[in-house]
Every structure is written in structure tokens, then in C-alpha cells.
């Protein structure tokens, strides 16, 4: 019998050739998973490395401060007045505009007063601006560099449309201050020499109070007593303002630290007028000069700091202690301002003890008699509606009301800088009004502190100013946050590497599942003729021939 072999070489053949694609295929896919494996877990490891990198660049430049240490040298190298420092040049010009207002208090019942029927009256006037410029001339370095020497002349300009009225039309009833500087010159002369004044006086017509305009109060006028003492001593000037002369003039010559050898000098008085030291008071710590003129001060300050300034208006240093946090044209600034101790009575504050030249006459607090270095002329200078001064020389003026906000003297500074941004300078001008042997007009007078007028200097920081320090605080803030920045990048990246790895564990595992599991080659019904296996199907060879 003849056996022929049909289906099972069929059967061979496709299972060998399936076993083989299936081979070839399984392995191209575990070959083209495990370069995507390589790759993601180098994506991993890397993203890993630059994150540690980027927190420890971060950590050691936080820790060690080196960049701040930098932009600090790099500020305090260029705050200093030398030539070819810009903030040199705004030093010497300054660009924001300076405004001067006065307010006058008007008297409206003098002869009430006189006398002794009531307490002062007095309405304020004003304000009466001006636009004031004070460049700096004949500018100087001295000692190879490390001071400067230059005068800065004032010069006043009218502005109209930021006034109440026409200083050559409103009239001002006051105190007759030249009258009054002349009773207190001849006050020790004698009984008899005051009272022959006295009668001159009254010959001429000469009273406790007159009237005049604005400007003449303010530029000068001829008085008639001062013009008939000219007569008889011919150095009295028969003149007579608050600010005369004062136009185009300037305080002396200043010499000032540039801040080279020490950023903390920087803009600090050496000397005025060729001196270190003053000559008006009774003590060497009254007379001493210091600090600023308030134009400039130096850069990084404290909260804790007390800053010093010198006003040659009041012939002294005042000191200003931090009041709280500001901000000026989106600027951030402390404000500083003075305390009541920097005007309080010498009882009170002992530093202000030489400033008393009259044992047993000491003002009280918030008042300076500077009649010393105002050529014996009754002058007390207070801050305005006697802010910050004993109540009682409020209490004694109908009229005159301190509050906090309207009359505070105060500087605003960007810390960083050291740059005034906003200032506001108010003083008032007071005579002491007291009773003069000889001199009948006074015999009802009580020591009164007369009000007469009060100045508020004020400055504001311009734009482009304004501009240019908010883009150098960017700076010096993106510098100092770098370390943190570089910390936070850090930290992001770390998140991100921690992420990527677990999820590439999974895939791991998943791949690794996957390929370890049986897979049917093909998915059609069992046959039952192929189900116990490989087998040879006979087919005799005679009976097909039958």
C-alpha cells in the first residue's frame, strides 16, 4: 500500500514560517522599547542632575551672600559726589521742582490784645508760592578728592496759579517786628534812655503791630524807625523783610564729604562757612555740625538709624527718627521725621541744654529763640502751628490748631538709595512779645510766643527721576532674589524628576509583564481532526484506482 503525505507538510511548512515572523517581530519591538526606555531614563537621570545642580548653586549663593555683596559695592561705589556719577550731577542740579509756600497769620484784634482784654485772633493766609531754584555753584573737590566745597544761591520765582491771592494787593496785619527788635536792644539801657525811645516812637507814629503787603513783608520795605536810627548810626538798615536780600543769595560756603573713603559720609557737612564747629550756643554738642543738609544722605538705611540735619535757618542740627513705611510714585520709601525730643526743652531732652542762652528764661518744648544768630532780634523759630511744642503756646493764640498730617516736618527715603523722594520742610516764624520797662505799648503783655508766619519747602520727585530708580530697584531686587529663584527652579525640577522616575517604573514593569505572557498565534475554532496533535491521514492507493 502507497501512502501519500498531503496536509501535514502544509502544516509544517505555516507553522514554521509563523514561528519566525513572530520571532522576528517580538524582537524588533523589544529592541525599539528598549531605546525608548534608554532615552526616558536619561531625560530622567538628567533632569535629576541639573535640578541638584540648581539647588545647590542656589543654597551657597543664599548662604554666602555673594551677589548681594556685589550689587551693595556696586551702589555704594556709584553713590558718591565725583564727577561723572550721575547722581553727581542731580546733586549739583537738582531736577525735581522746589516749592516754597508761606502762610501769613493776619491779626484782627491787635488793640484787644494790647490791651489785655483778650487773648491774639489770627486767620492764616495763604499759601503764597514760589518756585524756588538752588543750583550749586562753584563746585570744588578739596582733600584729593574725598570732600567738596560749593554755595547755593536761591532764587525765588512767583507762581500765580498755585497761590490764593496777589501778594502786592493782600495786606497782613502783624507784629511790628522792627519795633520790637529795637525795644529788646535797648531793654538793659535804663529806665529813662527806654523811655525817651519810647516817646520817639510814638512821635512817629511807631505801634505794636503794622500792616503791610505780602511782598513787602516778605521782600522788605522802608521803616520809618529803622530810617530815623539810621541817622544816628549809620549800619542800621532802614529795610526791613523776612527775606531780605534773600533772593539770589545763598547760607556760605559748605564743604561735603563725597563718600569715597566711607558710603556712610556721603553727602555729611564737613564744614559751613569755614568752620567745624558753631559759635551761637552755650555747649560744644549744641554747636556741633551735623549731618546732612538734607539733599542727600546715604544709601541702605536702618529703620534704627537717627539722621542728622543741618538747617542754617535755625542756626542748628535737628535730628528725624522713622515714622513708618511709604511709597512715592510706586517708589517704597521710610519716612522719617523729627520727634519731639529734637525740639523739647532742655528739662526734657538734656542735648538741648546749650541751646538756652538766658538761665531761668528756657523756652519749653517745640521752641528755639535764635535771636542770637539773628542779630539780637526776638526771633523763636517752632515747627508750624507749634507742632510738637508745649500746648501752652497753642492754647495762648486763637487761631492756631497743630495737626499731625497739615503741619509735620518729614523726609521720605528709598531706603536702598538714600534718595529723597518726598519732602516736607515747615517752620514758623514767631516773635516773643514781653513786657519792656519803658515801654508803656507793652505793659500788658505776658511773655506771649507770637505767631507770624510759617514756610512749608517742599519736593516731590519727578518722573523720569522716579523711572530711573524704580528700573535700578528691579535690578537690585532680581539680583538679591536670584538665590531663591535658582532654589524654587530647583525644587520645580526635583518634582518633575521624581514624577518621570515613578512613571518609568511602571512602564518598566508593564513592558516586562507583557512580554513574559502566552499569546494564541491565531484565534480561529479548533479543528477536530488536528486537536490530539500532528497525524497522518492514509489513503489506500487501489481502492481510489477501483
Not at 138 to 149: A, E
Not at 309 to 338: N, Q, W
Not at 462 to 473: C, E, F, M, P, Y
Not at 496 to 510: C, D, K
Amino acid at each position: 500500500m502507497k501512502y501519500c503525505y498531503k496536509r501535514n507538510s502544509i502544516c509544517y511548512s505555516s507553522a514554521l514560517s509563523l514561528s519566525l515572523s513572530l520571532s522576528l517581530t517580538v524582537c524588533v519591538e523589544f529592541s525599539e522599547v528598549s531605546i525608548i526606555m534608554r532615552k526616558k531614563t536619561c531625560c530622567v537621570y538628567t533632569t535629576g542632575v541639573i535640578s541638584a545642580l540648581l539647588l545647590i548653586a542656589g543654597i551657597t549663593l543664599f548662604v554666602s551672600g555673594v551677589l548681594q555683596t556685589i550689587i551693595h559695592n556696586k551702589i555704594k561705589g556709584e553713590m558718591t559726589l565725583t564727577e561723572g556719577k550721575k547722581i553727581f550731577a542731580s546733586w549739583k542740579n537738582p531736577p525735581p521742582p522746589i516749592y516754597l509756600q508761606f502762610f501769613f497769620f493776619n491779626v484782627t484784634n491787635p488793640d484787644a490784645f494790647l490791651k489785655g482784654e483778650a487773648k491774639p485772633r489770627v486767620t492764616e493766609m495763604g499759601p503764597y508760592t514760589f518756585r524756588q531754584y538752588r543750583p550749586k555753584r562753584n563746585v570744588t573737590f578739596v582733600d584729593n578728592g574725598t570732600k567738596v566745597s560749593a554755595y547755593t544761591p536761591k532764587r525765588f520765582v512767583f507762581l500765580r496759579e498755585r497761590s490764593v491771592g496777589d501778594p502786592d494787593v493782600d495786606m497782613v496785619t502783624t507784629v511790628n517786628i522792627p519795633a520790637v527788635a529795637v525795644m529788646n536792644k535797648i531793654k538793659g539801657a535804663g529806665f529813662w534812655v527806654s523811655s525817651g525811645i519810647s516817646m520817639y516812637m510814638g512821635s512817629i507814629g511807631t505801634t505794636m503791630f503794622m500792616t503791610h503787603t505780602v511782598n513787602e513783608l516778605l521782600w522788605g520795605f522802608k521803616d520809618p524807625l529803622l530810617s530815623r536810627l539810621k541817622t544816628i548810626k549809620p549800619e542800621v538798615d532802614e529795610h526791613f523783610g523776612l527775606l531780605l536780600n534773600k533772593n539770589g543769595s545763598d547760607d556760605g560756603e559748605f564743604v561735603y564729604h563725597t563718600g569715597e573713603q566711607n558710603y556712610l559720609d556721603f553727602g555729611r557737612i564737613y564744614t559751613w562757612q569755614g568752620q567745624k564747629m558753631l559759635s551761637f550756643w552755650k555747649t560744644n554738642q549744641s554747636n556741633m555740625i551735623n549731618g546732612s543738609d538734607g539733599s542727600a544722605f546715604h544709601p541702605f538705611l536702618e529703620k534704627s538709624e537717627r539722621l542728622n540735619v543741618f538747617t542754617a535757618d535755625l542756626c542748628r542740627s535737628i535730628h528725624m527718627r522713622f515714622e513708618k513705611e511709604v511709597e512715592v510714585k510706586g517708589i517704597p520709601a521710610y519716612r522719617f521725621t523729627p520727634p519731639r525730643a529734637a525740639l523739647a526743652s532742655g528739662k526734657n531732652n538734656p542735648e538741648n541744654e546749650g541751646f538756652c542762652m538766658t538761665p531761668g528764661k528756657c523756652m519749653d518744648d517745640g521752641v528755639v529763640d535764635v535771636s542770637t544768630c539773628r542779630k539780637g532780634a526776638p526771633v523763636v523759630v517752632s515747627f508750624a502751628h507749634f507742632h510738637l511744642g508745649d500746648k501752652k503756646y497753642s492754647d495762648a493764640i486763637d487761631g492756631i490748631s497743630p495737626v499731625h498730617e497739615l503741619h509735620q516736618t518729614f523726609l521720605d527715603l528709598n531706603p536702598t538709595m538714600g534718595a529723597p523722594v518726598r519732602a516736607m520742610k515747615r517752620a514758623q516764624i514767631n516773635v516773643r512779645l514781653e513786657r519792656i520797662s519803658g515801654f508803656p505799648l507793652t505793659r500788658n503783655l505776658n511773655n506771649t510766643i507770637f505767631p507770624v508766619a510759617f514756610m512749608n519747602e517742599s519736593v516731590l520727585i519727578d518722573d523720569v527721576s522716579a523711572a530711573r530708580i524704580q528700573k535700578l530697584l528691579l535690578i537690585v531686587t532680581l539680583v538679591s532674589y536670584f538665590p531663591l529663584i535658582l532654589v524654587a527652579l530647583g525644587v520645580v525640577l526635583l518634582l518633575i524628576t521624581i514624577v518621570l522616575l515613578v512613571r518609568l517604573r511602571q512602564n518598566e514593569f508593564s513592558s516586562v509583564k507583557k512580554n513574559t505572557s502566552y499569546t494564541p498565534v491565531s484565534g480561529k475554532p479548533d479543528d477536530p481532526e488536528e486537536k490530539n496533535g500532528t497525524h497522518i491521514r492514509m489513503t489506500p492507493v487501489d481502492q481510489q484506482k477501483s
